[in-house]
Structures are given as structure tokens and as C-alpha cells.
């Protein structure tokens, strides 16, 4: 976790980190509160601890990007729901950059950003992460429900990390895997890699 500054320092990004901050954690409070859970309760289901969602939910704290999917899974939602409201389905949406709900990992400066409208019931989510080097996004856990990530890098290189071995994603390729067991997405480079994944419910 990386504290957020709310000094006058006037530097953009700091305040940035501090709007999102705040917005995720409102976030997080409301899901909370509509599901009838106290701090202690969430703390449970998403084995993160009641001193750290409560740092979040008050917009102190930015979370990484493990702890707040570990936050969304103790919530029932996934990161994306957790990250923006839910819409009605249009027949045609045009998302700019500024209405791309965006994750800023606090520590590790890891960028995940929803480029698929979040549809009240989606089946699909188009994302693009944004590893700088040498970073990782953490382990993430395996879904519980069936779900296929579909994955192409666009720049870099992109190791992914198996509980039984890794597969290295190079540039212009692409990979499919299951993702029922927890993985990690690891930019093992010198240089910025950009990666392109379709999340889809698979049947079953």
C-alpha cells in the first residue's frame, strides 16, 4: 500500500491518485453497505484486513491491485464492478479515455483500464494492462465460476506465472488459458509491456 498525499505540491498526478483513491473506496463502502457487511465481516471474506479496507474505503490508502481484487471477491463483484457502476445495455457506446474505468496499482504502478462498456449484465470485458518494467501484477486468484482470459501483447514481453510452471507471451503473440487457478502477469523486461485480454465466461 502506498499512502496518498493530499499536500499542495500542486504535481497532477498525486492529486490524481488521490480522486481514484477516494472514488474507489466510496466505491467499496457502498457494496459493502448495500450487502448489510460490517468491516469485520468483509475482512473475512476477502481475507484483507479490517484496518486496510477501512484505510481504502476512507480514500487514504491506495490499494494494489491483489488487494483489491481479493476486496471485489469478498464483495461477490468482479474488479470492474468494483471499479464503476454497472450501466444499462446501449445498442452503441463510445468510451473516451476519461470514461474507461482505470485501476492504478499503489505500489507497483501497474495500469489496468476497462475498454468494454460495464454493462449491468456483461459476459464479456475487454481490458488492457500496462506493466512498467520489471513489475508484477501480483497473484491473482483463480475464478470460481468458469472463465476464459484470451491474450495478446502488444509491446514487451509478458511472463505468466502457474502454480505448476510459467509461460513467457511475446510481442504480436497471443495466448488463451483457463483461469481457474491463481496466475500472475510478470513484465520481467526493461522497457513498458502492453497486453490486450478478453475475459469471457466459458459454458459450463
Known amino acids: 500500500m502506498r499512502n496518498v498525499k493530499s499536500g499542495s505540491s ?8 488521490a480522486a481514484e483513491a477516494s472514488r474507489l473506496g466510496a466505491r467499496i463502502r457502498e457494496l459493502r453497505q448495500e450487502r448489510g457487511l460490517t468491516l469485520e465481516a468483509l475482512a473475512e471474506r476477502s481475507e484483507v484486513s479490517r484496518a486496510m479496507i477501512s484505510k481504502v474505503e476512507r480514500g487514504t490508502n491506495n490499494p494494489t491491485l491483489v488487494v483489491a481484487v481479493r476486496i471485489a471477491k469478498g464483495l461477490g463483484v468482479g474488479l470492474s464492478e468494483l471499479m ?12 473516451p479515455p476519461a470514461q474507461q474505468p482505470t485501476f492504478r496499482d499503489g505500489e507497483s504502478g501497474v495500469l489496468r483500464q476497462l475498454l468494454s462498456p460495464p454493462f449491468e449484465t456483461r459476459g464479456v470485458e475487454f481490458i488492457r494492462f500496462t506493466l512498467p518494467a520489471n513489475t508484477s501484477t501480483g497473484e491473482l486468484p483463480g475464478k470460481e465460476l468458469p472463465v476464459g482470459k484470451y491474450l495478446a501483447v502488444e509491446k514487451g514481453t509478458l511472463r505468466i506465472d ?31 509491456c502492453v497486453c490486450y485480454i478478453v475475459m469471457a465466461r466459458e459454458p459450463g
Open 10 to 17: 500542486g504535481e497532477g498526478a498525486t492529486e490524481l491518485e
Open 84 to 95: 464503476s457502476r454497472p450501466r444499462p445495455k446501449q445498442a452503441r457506446v463510445l468510451l
Open 162 to 192: 502457474f502454480p505448476d510452471g510459467s509461460v513467457t507471451v511475446e510481442a504480436q503473440d497471443a495466448f488463451y488459458f483457463e483461469a481457474d487457478v491463481p496466475h500472475a502477469f510478470v513484465n520481467t523486461g526493461r522497457g513498458v
